[in-house]
């Protein structure tokens, strides 16, 4: 099992800057990837921003490509999320997420391979 707690949200007008962690804690040896997936009122999760633990490899969303900067710190177990140049539509519940074994680039941008969820924070970015 891994544990999951996300920290760092809060509110800050457009134009701002967040940054989010996720630590982790339990099996986090096994850790194969770390994310980021938001949600919106009345819409889906989506996904936002991966990062292979061992490679350092890291994936985005479009909506947030040169944006948000996912990163890992491997002694803390711990995974961040910087938004930079914070919009509107980036207002949210951020979701951290984990899973442990490997997947394809495509899967690491669905929620449901991730087995692991934390119980979220709240971004919400004014105008």
């Known amino acids: 099992q891994v544990q999951l707690v996300e920290s760092g949200g809060g509110l800050v007008q457009a134009g701002g800057s967040l940054r989010l962690s996720c630590a982790a804690s339990?099996?986090?040896?096994?850790?194969?990837?770390m994310g980021w997936f938001r949600q919106a009122p009345g819409k889906e999760r989506e996904f936002v921003a991966t990062?292979?633990?061992?490679?350092?490899?890291?994936y985005y969303a479009d909506s947030v490509q040169g944006r948000f900067t996912v990163s890992r710190d491997g002694a803390k177990n711990t995974v961040y999320l910087q938004m930079n140049s914070l919009k509107p539509e980036d207002t949210a519940v951020y979701y951290c997420?984990?899973?442990?074994?490997?997947?394809?680039?495509?899967?690491?941008?669905?929620?449901?391979?991730?087995?692991?969820w934390g119980q979220g924070t709240q971004v919400t970015v004014s105008s």
């Open positions: 339990g099996r986090t040896f096994s850790t194969y990837a």
């Open positions: 997420a984990a899973r442990t074994a490997y997947v394809s680039d495509y899967q690491l941008r669905q929620a449901g391979t991730y087995a692991y």
């Open positions: 990062i292979r633990w061992s490679a350092g490899r890291t």
